[in-house]
């Protein structure tokens, strides 16, 4: 099953969308299963990370931010090691499109609060598969203390909030991401999901795993 943010009326052969599906290259940087650009690349992938300040539109509230973009080979462990900068208790959050049938429809979202870190890294870690290749799992790991998160979004890209974004912006660099402020990201062009039929019951395993409700 495959989902897709093509505009309105624009048709193409199932052949092409296939062929399309089946480059997951790009340079250097390689993309998940989860997700690729539109097949006019209205933005072409690539590696690296850009720092702004998110502002709330409701109370006005500025926070530092990071984006990044992460080749395949390396995403799940950066996003792990990421997590490492946190507190030893955190919340974390699972965002799910696997119920939308039409434009409009709401994600769900599952919610597990207090969970130790260690214990919450393997758990991901079994999940690792569809945390990586479902473009309908997004998943938020949230410090109170911090406070900070860091979302691993179903873009497959990692988007931080924290007062403090050097611990994050070290882990990054060790990574090999430079900062670069122009960096356009996948989910900033039109782009296609895609998911798989067991993909549903692997992320009620895993919100179930979790207790998160």
């Known amino acids: 099953m495959k989902f897709t943010s093509r505009p309105q009326g624009t048709v193409r052969p199932a052949r092409e969308y296939h062929d399309h599906f089946e480059v997951d290259q790009y340079g250097d940087f390689r993309l998940t299963a989860a997700i690729r650009p539109s097949m006019d ?3 072409v992938p690539c590696q690296g ?7 709330d539109a409701t109370s006005g509230t500025e926070i530092p931010m990071i984006a990044a973009a992460a080749s395949e080979e390396i995403l799940f462990d950066l996003f792990i ?3 490492d900068t ?10 799910s499109h696997h119920d939308r049938r039409r434009p409009g429809d709401v ?12 214990v919450l890294k393997s758990y991901l870690e079994d999940f690792r598969d569809i945390l990586l290749d479902d473009g309908c799992l997004g998943l938020a790991v949230i410090d ?16 931080i909030y924290a007062r403090n974004l050097e611990p994050f912006k070290d882990v990054l660099e060790r990574y090999g991401l430079e900062q670069n402020d122009d960096l356009k990201l996948i989910s900033e062009g039109e ?8 993909f549903s019951e692997r992320v009620d395993a895993l919100r179930i795993s979790l207790n998160a409700e």
């Open 107 to 118: 994600s769900k979202d599952y919610l597990r609060e207090y969970i130790d870190l260690p």
């Open 81 to 83: 090691d990421l997590l």
């Open 191 to 198: 782009h296609l999901h895609s998911t798989r039929p067991n």
């Open 144 to 159: 109170p203390r911090g406070p900070s998160e860091v979302q691993f979004d179903d873009h497959k890209v990692i988007v």
């Open 86 to 95: 946190m507190d030893d208790i955190v919340d974390v959050v699972i965002e």
């Open 41 to 43: 690349l209205q933005v």
């Open 49 to 55: 990370y850009r720092v702004e300040i998110y502002r």
